[in-house]
């Protein structure tokens, strides 16, 4: 069902009226990108939504605004958080230290099986390697760091663990445009050296002259069903832009195939140029 005009400003007052973020948000133009956009959803298999915020503009959801709003597990989004309050309380020395294996078997990902540092970590998403930082911190400062930064709904279970996935704490698409974008900038209440650390281990890719900062998340609450995301921002070329994709699962997805969707939405907005 398409919402009304009327209907989505008051999905965006709603949010404003309840966020510690408030920027103008406005819906684009559906009628110029409606049907491309859909068509690329549609061939991904999965509904979702996909909100961007270019340089020096204001932010935009760009499909879906329904979606956009709806509360949401992070899932391993949350890990960016996770080694950010890490490095700020010294549950993590730096990003070169080694972290050992906690010793659980991961038959889907036997890539977690091993001892690493944080950009090996985030690259392969380890349930390993972030679950140790986060017994490290405790479950009291977790929550403190949550509400300190005003990050989704700030609540959390109360096994370190598991919060990015337990559904306690949840996050809008919206939510998650802000906290990236105000990583991006700098603008979360960590030291500066501890945000560029991330930053690093957040980038991806390079290509003609840009750079791809980026983390996926997926989070099932049944069988094959619940929300996935892949967050971030690319900059170069004097101009950088925030983007959000949420997916709501019905079936299992192709991780590969969620970025890849990603990077054409994003070419269809001039952000990025290589496959």
Known sequence: ????????????LMFVATSTWAPRIWALDKSAVAAPIEARFVGYGHAGTWLVKHHNADAQIVHNPAFATKAQSPASTFKILV?????ETGALRSADEIV???????????????????????????????????NRIGRERLA?????????????????????HDSVLTVTAMQQLNFIDRLRLGRLPFRIEHIGTVKSALLREQADGRSLYAKTG????GENTGNAWWIGWVEGKGRATTFVLGIELKTSDDRDQRIALGKSLLRDSGAWSAP
């Open 144 to 164: 403190e760091w949550v509400a300190r930064v005003g990050y989704g709904n700030g609540r959390i279970g109360n096994d370190p663990p598991n919060v990015w």
């Open 83 to 87: 080694a950010l309050i890490a490095l």
């Open 100 to 134: 050992p294996w906690n010793g659980r078997a991961y038959p889907k990902h036997r890539e977690w099986q091993a001892d690493m540092a944080l950009k090996r970590a985030m690259e392969t998403s380890s349930e390993s390697y972030f679950g140790v930082l986060a």
């Open 1 to 12: 069902m398409r919402l009304s005009r009327v209907c989505l400003m008051c999905l965006v």
């Open 218 to 221: 997926t989070h099932f609450d």
